[in-house]
């Protein structure tokens, strides 16, 4: 039997724009920080899968926009 890799890839940067799919009425998010995420100095904060977020929201719902949230 083959082992399985149990490290996810870091592949969402900081300032990355996501596209949302939940109702909230967000369509599209920034990634403004990485929660409990630890870097060297200098280096990006990146997300990977399972990973919780904070964003603004750049488009979607008038009452939505410009919001800071947790995703």
Known sequence: MKPI??????????G???DVCDNSGAKV?????????KTVKGR??????GDIIMGS???GKPEMRKQVVYA
């Open 29 to 37: 998010l920034k990634i403004t920080s990485v929660l409990r995420h």
């Open 16 to 18: 990355t724009w996501l």
């Open 44 to 49: 990006y904060p990146e997300a990977a899968i």
């Open 57 to 59: 929201v750049k488009s």
């Open 5 to 14: 890799k149990a490290r996810a890839t870091r592949a969402l940067p900081h």
